[in-house]
């Protein structure tokens, strides 16, 4: 195992990703913001677009804490899977000025499960602890050919590779190897640091884990926006799913003219709305909005979409 450790810390010292800026930081807050942005996110998305503006605006875990819900998700907006944004400031109001550093703290937060829990643990206070996630996931699958372990079983292999005398720089190393060379198609296994005990090699096999085949459902859903006066109606959303943005209301019997259709893909399923343009005398207080007003909320990726639409027509 020394042996696997010294190639694999090698290759890092030559190929790792040593320049992103949370690995430039020793900040458990900018660490731990890195961990929930890149979930279900592709790193450069997270470099480009959200990082630095969401640490400009919210540069401290005490500054996030104060900040209103409406604040930080519309900084979050278009990254989606805005569950990530809302316990994300709620675990800052309940750990500013820092965040904790054991495992059991952490798990015990809104939002921060095994994985996240236990990449700050690594990254922030260089605790021994393994990293779980996509791509490591898939490196250990294919180093012990399997198809479809548990999670329990996982995180035993996981510890089991643990280099405790550099886990930071392992565990680092371990998700750019997963990102670079042990990729999902065309893995390049002739300069991988697991080549001499990796099982889908000598399998010539490299289906590890299994991937389940899931049916994408179409839904449909119908839209009415109320206009009065230039001004358009929008409801703060309450449920689970887009909870605390701004939006468009839903109608099962639509009254008005319809102006088009929207899709959009999530994740898990497909999304087909039909819009329609009613005119009203009056809106209620504190529910009309203007153009100008509407660009200080947040909004859907779905509702920005109607919103252009509309404007199309108006």
């Known amino acids: 195992m020394q042996d696997i450790h010294q190639k694999l810390h090698k290759w890092y010292s030559i190929n790792g990703r040593k320049e992103l800026p949370w690995r430039n930081s020793e900040d458990p807050y900018h660490i731990y913001l890195s961990e929930i942005m890149l979930q279900q996110t592709q790193v450069k998305t997270v470099l480009e677009r959200y990082y630095f503006p969401f640490l400009k605006k919210f540069p401290t875990l005490k500054s996030l804490a104060n900040a209103s819900l409406d ?4 900084s979050w907006e278009g990254l989606g899977y805005y569950t990530r944004a809302k ?10 000025p820092k965040l904790p550093k054991s495992y059991e703290s952490l798990l015990a937060l809104p939002g921060i499960g095994k994985n996240t829990a236990s990449a700050i643990c690594a990254f922030a206070y260089k605790q021994k602890r393994a990293v779980m996630e996509a791509n490591v996931r898939r490196i250990l699958c294919r180093i012990h050919a399997l ?3 548990s999670s329990d079983l996982l995180i035993e ?13 392992y565990n680092q ?58 001004r358009v109606k929008l409801i703060q959303r309450e449920g689970r799913f887009l909870h605390g943005l701004w939006g468009f209301s839903a109608s099962e019997n639509p009254r008005g003219t319809k102006i088009g259709e929207v899709r959009h893909q999530y ?18 207080e504190g529910e009309a909005f203007s153009k100008d007003e509407i660009e200080t909320l947040a909004l859907s990726t779905v509702d920005k979409k109607i919103l252009k639409l509309l404007t199309s027509h108006l």
Do not use: R, W
């Open 87 to 96: 316990n994300l400031h709620k675990c800052a109001q309940l750990t500013a």
């Open 157 to 169: 292999y996981a510890e089991a590779l643990l280099d405790e005398e550099n886990p930071y720089d």
């Open 147 to 149: 198809d479809d372990p």
């Open 71 to 74: 604040e930080v998700l519309k």
């Open 173 to 230: 190393a371990m998700m750019d190897i997963g990102s670079m060379v042990c990729t999902v198609k065309n893995p390049q296994c002739e300069i991988c640091p697991f080549l001499s005990m990796c099982q889908a090699h000598e399998l010539a096999c490299y289906d590890f884990p299994l991937k389940k085949k899931k049916s994408i459902p179409l839904k449909h859903e119908n839209i009415v926006v109320e206009l009065c006066e230039g």
């Open 267 to 284: 994740t898990h399923f497909k999304l087909e709305v039909s819009v329609y343009l009613k005119s009203v005398s009056a809106h209620k």
